[in-house]
Nanobody
Framework: QLQLVESGGGLVQAGGSLRISCAAS????????VGWFRQAPGNERDFVAG????????YYASSVTGRFTIAGDNAKNTVYLQMNNLKPEDTAVYYC??????????????????WGQGTQVTVSS
């Protein structure tokens, strides 16, 4: 069973940066597709970024393209989401998730079998 633990959330001013982490236990994350999703109060959970590690492909929601970067560290079995130029509308609980390597739809939630508990990111104006 793959367990995911997010960390690094917090409060930051608009225009600032934050890096959140997703650490995996038991199994290597390098064997999975890893995605970040977020959910703001009253909203549905939305795709933010994805990483198909086997091919080195990354995917981003249009709202974060150019500001967020997803990357992995195999030695630490961790995937990061570097968030720059943060905006108040980025405020949400951020979740990391993992899907099987053959998952075709990286941006959809359904293929992701493993989820972390979430970490709160708050951006003040």
């Amino acid at each position: 069973q793959l367990q995911l633990v997010e960390s690094g959330g917090g409060l930051v001013q608009a225009g600032g940066s934050l890096r959140i982490s997703c650490a995996a236990s038991v199994r290597s994350l390098s064997n999975y597709v890893v995605g970040w999703f977020r959910q703001a109060p009253g909203n549905e959970r939305d795709f933010v970024a994805g990483f198909r590690r086997s091919a080195g492909n990354t995917y981003y929601a249009s709202s974060v393209t150019g500001r967020f970067t997803i990357a992995g560290d195999n030695a630490k079995n961790t995937v990061y989401l570097q968030m720059n130029n943060l905006k108040p509308e980025d405020t949400a609980v951020y979740y990391c998730a993992a899907a099987e390597p053959g998952t075709p739809a990286v941006t959809a939630q359904a293929p992701y079998r493993y989820w972390g508990q979430g970490t709160q990111v708050t951006v003040s104006s």
